[in-house]
């Protein structure tokens, strides 16, 4: 076998904890603003749904970058791996480049576009919120690409390393920058802090990228070369994935509008909401990384065999993850101490109430198949099945996430009268989220099941 249970465990573990630290510095965020009011904590929600967007762009690239380089480490080619990350990072850069222009170019107009009925206050701090991230796109790409080369060889402790650090930097730097008692900065002190974490993060990783001892290594940042053939076969994974993500965060991006009309309590229950059942899915969002190198490296060395074990056993250990997890989930909310959301304390009692409801549901559903959604997907893609997961991801977005959305909670907007009313109405977005899991998964496990994302040639010889 390719990978011992010691394998496993040594990439996963500091993905699992890498994923944690991520999903707490996001929490801690909004917790020092939700000093700050509901206007606040809605005003970094709206802005970070649109930076999802743009950022699973060059996020993209870096998987499909990873993809390649795992496949050639599989059959034994390290030179052509090395080639593939020099070219993940010039595409990853031009394209971060690019987006942070458009961003800040188009800031004002793209706000007001979309959540344009948003009240005034909540639109001050989306712009404010907005300029600093925007311009941290280019380091977040940049170390993306570094940590999924990293991960790509199997070592993801660098990268669980460089999360720590770069955490710890924002969490510092939102204390002095957010707390009234210093800069007081608000929602403008969350993003400059976050933008030094990125900055200082993509350098420490691009240094670490260069040492030779690594079977994936960069010799010089200045002669990174251009090699077509190489780039066509990021591309060819990364454009899919990317349409992918793009697709699924504008789903959510246009959903996020519909949440935006029903009030300042239902923007932030839905925002703090989204980071408490992230907790729930923080193991098998690792495993899904886990398997760019586990299943990308089995299918370079044309071990279809083991990849489909693999597949099985990672989406067995998903399952576990999601239920032990969710279920503490469960019962916080069901015996009423609600202890996750407690620690919002500037959030109003509304917003905490529809908070209950919306974890709540997301739980029950996860239950079954939050894994087969979005765990065997990952593994698909590594095998270079890239286009079918994308068509099945936009058509049950376009379907359910958004079609769904607007029957359960705009009704009107299409003519039509449900014989039933949704309390609080934006459950109703999480209903049609939920419905949407389902058809992706369904769609995902026949797919695992029959066998036809294996034996896809990606990678060639490389002059």
């Known amino acids: 076998m390719m990978f011992t249970l010691k394998d496993l465990k040594r990439l996963i573990i500091p993905l699992i904890i890498e994923q944690c630290l991520s999903v707490l510095i996001g929490m801690a965020d909004t917790v020092m603003v939700s000093g700050f009011g509901d206007a606040a904590v809605s005003g970094v929600a709206l802005v970070d749904t649109i930076n999802n967007l743009l950022t699973q762009l060059f996020a993209a690239i870096a998987t499909g970058g990873a993809i390649v380089a795992s496949q050639y480490l599989g059959r034994k080619e390290d030179a052509n791996a090395r080639k593939a990350a020099s070219q993940l990072i010039i595409g990853c850069l031009l394209l971060s480049l690019s987006i942070m222009t458009f961003a800040l170019?188009?800031?004002?107009?793209?706000?007001?576009l979309i959540y344009g009925n948003v009240e005034e206050a909540v639109m001050?701090?989306?712009?404010?919120?907005?300029?600093?991230?925007?311009?941290?796109?280019?380091?977040?790409?940049?170390?993306?690409?570094?940590?999924?080369?990293?991960?790509?060889?199997?070592?993801?402790?660098?990268?669980?390393?460089?999360?720590?650090?770069?955490?710890?930097?924002?969490?510092?730097?939102?204390f002095f920058l957010i707390n009234p008692q210093f800069a007081g900065l608000g929602v403008q002190g969350a993003a400059i802090a976050t933008l030094g974490s990125r900055f200082i993060g993509s350098i420490v990783i691009l240094v670490q990228l260069k040492n030779q001892s690594n079977r994936i290594f960069v010799e010089s940042y200045l002669h990174l070369g251009f090699k077509p053939k190489l780039l066509k076969m990021i591309l060819s994974i990364g454009i899919p994935t990317g349409i992918e993500n793009s697709v699924f965060q504008l789903g959510k991006l246009l959903v996020q509008s519909i949440v935006s009309s029903l009030g300042t309590a239902s923007i932030s229950a839905n925002s703090m909401a989204m980071q408490i059942v992230g907790f729930a899915q923080i193991p098998s969002s690792a495993i899904g990384i886990a398997m760019i190198a586990i299943i990308g490296q089995c299918c370079?060395?044309?071990?279809?065999?083991?990849?489909?074990?693999?597949?099985?056993?990672?989406?067995?250990?998903?399952?576990?993850?999601m239920w032990l997890l969710s279920i503490i989930l469960i019962v916080d909310n069901t015996v009423g101490s609600r202890a996750f959301l407690s620690i919002y304390a500037g959030a109003s009692q509304d917003a905490r109430d529809i908070g209950v409801v919306l974890?709540?549901?997301?739980?029950?559903?996860?239950l079954f198949v939050w894994p087969l959604s979005f765990t065997i997907p990952a593994g698909l893609r590594a095998a270079n099945d890239a286009k079918f997961t994308m068509s099945v991801s936009m058509i049950s977005m376009g379907v359910f996430r958004i079609g769904l959305s607007y029957i359960l909670v705009k009704p009107e907007l299409l003519g039509i009268t449900l014989p039933f009313a949704i309390d609080p109405p934006i459950l109703g977005v999480w209903i049609a989220m939920c419905v949407d899991w389902c058809f992706r998964g369904l769609c995902f496990l026949i797919r695992m099941i029959s066998g036809k994302w294996m034996d896809r040639e990606l990678i060639t010889k490389i002059d």
């Not at 800031?107 to 007001?112: A, F, G, N, V």
């Not at 060395?301 to 993850?321: D, G, H, I, N, W």
């Not at 974890?359 to 996860?366: A, E, G, L, R, T």
């Open 105 to 112: 170019v188009f800031r004002e107009p793209l706000l007001h």
């Open 300 to 321: 370079g060395a044309k071990e279809y065999k083991q990849a489909k074990y693999y597949l099985r056993k990672l989406l067995f250990a998903s399952y576990v993850a």
């Open 124 to 174: 001050t701090n989306s712009m404010k919120y907005f300029l600093f991230t925007a311009m941290s796109y280019p380091f977040l790409a940049l170390y993306n690409s570094g940590a999924a080369l990293f991960r790509a060889q199997g070592n993801s402790k660098i990268s669980m390393t460089n999360s720590i650090m770069m955490n710890i930097i924002n969490l510092v730097g939102n």
């Open 359 to 366: 974890i709540m549901c997301h739980s029950i559903f996860s």
